[in-house]
């Protein structure tokens, strides 16, 4: 197989501080890919690594021709150094794969098969059980799909995680998107194209240690939900809401206690100002909330749709037509 051919398969590879488990990575990863019988390429993402991970790569990539290496100037993380591969990757299908092998390589051709053979676009690698994890990840990630199917609206199917095989299609359609904090475990059902799903036992990390610790994990489920709901922004909406119905029963309270002279001389005035103007400014508050919110969407720049096909006899006449707002259509 040249390796000038275009390829047809291009699996993208973030790697931070992985030394010890490269050698490994690839001497399990090779042989899968070279057996594909297509032309390939592997785009290692070196995100900031400090640990000799960048001659390690250097290494491995002048004994075999497929691997391209892309240095990050700084660790930018792993959602970041996902984009970095996808934007370079070139092949029809492209698979996100981890060194770590905890997602274990030998699915890759499965992945392929799957895609052309029912014609989807989209592979996810779901995992059928987690017993390498403990039981705390294995509680919050499960909290973690559940919230996000909630929140998000989006059909996120389940232990999934970023093990996946995309078309062209779907790769073009997520580098079009504009915002910087991408979450590519619910963009990618979120841009609804048909999709399948291949199981697989979850492997314990080869070496080294996990580089994904509770910090990271809280900040990805962050950026999950910002990414995807402005109920965060609401909250103040429903504050206020509950707050003004509290604050009226207690007021009515106070007047009957007045009335029967049960509280003294200015207490049920004091009583009552306070509440009204505390309801008046969660109201206030919770207004500028969804209107915050409204922007915060807009900001994002996703397309309101994607035409996936159009009537023979008027696409011709329509051909012109600015689509999704001025988004071009996908198919």
């Keep these: 197989m040249s390796s000038s051919s275009a390829p047809v398969l291009s699996v ?50 002048a004994g075999w021709p497929q691997l391209r290496v892309l240095r990050l100037r700084r660790n930018a993380g792993h959602q970041a150094a996902i984009t970095a591969g996808l934007d370079a990757a070139a092949g029809a299908y492209v698979v996100t794969l981890d060194a770590d ?56 199917p389940p232990h999934a995680g970023d093990y996946r095989l995309m078309s062209r299609a779907v790769v073009g359609d997520l580098r079009a998107l504009p915002e910087r904090h991408k979450v590519y475990r619910l963009l990618v059902p979120w841009l609804g194209y048909p999709s399948a ?50 604050a009226f029963l207690l007021a009515v309270w106070a007047v009957v206690a007045r009335l029967a002279g049960h509280v003294v001389p200015g207490w049920t005035s004091v009583l009552v100002a306070v509440l009204f103007l505390g309801a008046v400014q969660l109201l206030c508050v919770g207004l500028l909330g969804e209107y915050l919110g409204r922007l915060f969407s807009q900001s994002q720049g996703r397309p309101v749709y994607y035409l996936q096909d159009e009537a023979p006899g008027r696409a011709a006449a329509r051909a012109a037509e600015p689509v999704g707002g001025g988004q071009p259509a996908s198919e």
Aim: hydrophobic share 40%.
């Design 12 to 61: 993208v590879v973030p790697v931070y501080d992985e030394r010890e488990v490269l050698p490994l990575f690839a001497a399990r990863t090779r042989p899968v890919l070279d057996g594909l019988g297509v032309p390939y390429e592997v785009v290692a993402v070196d995100d900031g690594s400090t640990d000799g991970t960048p001659e390690v790569l250097a290494g491995l990539a």
């Design 101 to 156: 092998l905890q997602d274990p390589p030998e699915l890759v051709p499965e992945l392929l098969a799957t895609a052309q053979r029912a014609g989807v676009d989209v592979v996810y690698a779901a995992r059928d059980e987690r017993g390498t994890d403990t039981w705390f990840k294995r509680t919050t990630a499960r909290a973690y799909y559940r919230l996000m199917r909630r929140i998000a609206g989006v059909d996120l």
């Design 197 to 246: 799903t291949v199981h697989y036992a979850r492997e314990a990390r080869a070496a080294g240690r996990t580089h994904y610790p509770l910090a990271k994990m809280v900040r990805l489920g962050l950026d999950s939900v910002t990414a995807f709901s402005g109920s965060p922004l609401r909250i103040a909406t429903w504050a206020g809401g509950g707050g003004s119905v509290v």
